[in-house]
């Protein structure tokens, strides 16, 4: 199974500052990677699929980047609804994993 | 507009089997390139996926907890179910059913998600 391992566990940043969130594979999978929000009490939303393609509505703020192991995401400047827990998923092998997540917080 | 929601009981007990319920509208499992997974969320915890199936009734399942699940759907009213056997209560979570976004490129991510059901397992 492949394991995807997200840092930092917490990111303290105000708003207006870029946030830079980082997801690595322990094994290759390819483009294979989506990244997701979720704020406390909300189910996840889709921000990124397949490394890099935006999902719909989610603003220009948002963006991805990597392949084969190492991904990221990249919050342009932080806007308070922003402050969540982000996490990556991988499918690969007929199987699809999560990462441990990364909460950016309030500075 | 694709929307789904997730039923079942709030409340099993241990070794019980567990059946959800996700009930979806806006698009028909018997469309091409559709599919619908189920995902949990532990308290606290991170989400991890159980199982997913296509429009075609290829199903797949977690490794780590393929023995336990089954999924299935109903088409002629837009639900699949799963379920879980021999409950404990390390699986006290939230379980969400979403919507699969699928290309044939290989696209796989799931973008629009059910509210959740929080599930506890207890005696």
């Known amino acids: 199974e492949i394991v995807l391992t997200q840092s930092p566990a917490t990111l303290s940043l105000s708003p207006g500052e870029r946030a830079t969130l980082s997801c690595r594979a322990s094994q290759s999978v390819s483009s294979s990677l989506a990244w997701y929000q979720q704020k406390p009490g909300q189910a996840p939303r889709l921000l990124i699929y397949?490394?890099?393609n935006r999902a719909t509505g989610i603003p220009a703020r948002f963006s991805g980047s990597g392949s084969g192991t190492d991904f990221t995401l990249t919050i342009s400047s932080l806007e308070p609804e922003d402050f969540a827990v982000y996490y990556c998923q991988q499918r690969s092998n007929w199987s699809f994993t999560f990462g441990g997540g990364t909460k950016v917080e309030i500075k | 507009q694709i929307t789904l929601k997730e039923s079942g009981p709030t409340l099993v007990k241990p070794t019980q089997t567990l059946t959800l319920t996700c009930t979806f509208s806006?698009?028909?499992?018997?469309?091409?390139?559709?599919?619908v997974g189920w995902i949990r969320q532990s308290p606290g915890k991170a989400l991890e996926w159980l199982a997913l199936?296509?429009?075609?009734?290829?199903?797949r399942y977690s490794p780590s907890l393929k023995n336990r699940l089954t999924i299935s759907e109903d088409t002629s009213k837009n639900q699949v179910v799963l379920t879980m056997t021999n409950m404990d209560p390390v699986d006290t979570a939230t379980y969400y059913c979403?919507?699969?976004?699928?290309?044939?490129?290989?696209?796989?991510?799931?973008?629009?998600w059910g509210q959740g059901t929080m599930v506890s397992v207890s005696s």
């Open positions: 199936i296509y429009w075609d009734d290829d199903k």
């Open positions: 979403a919507h699969l976004l699928y290309h044939r490129s290989g696209t796989h991510a799931f973008d629009i």
């Open positions: 397949d490394a890099s």
């Open positions: 806006g698009f028909s499992l018997s469309t091409s390139d559709m599919g």
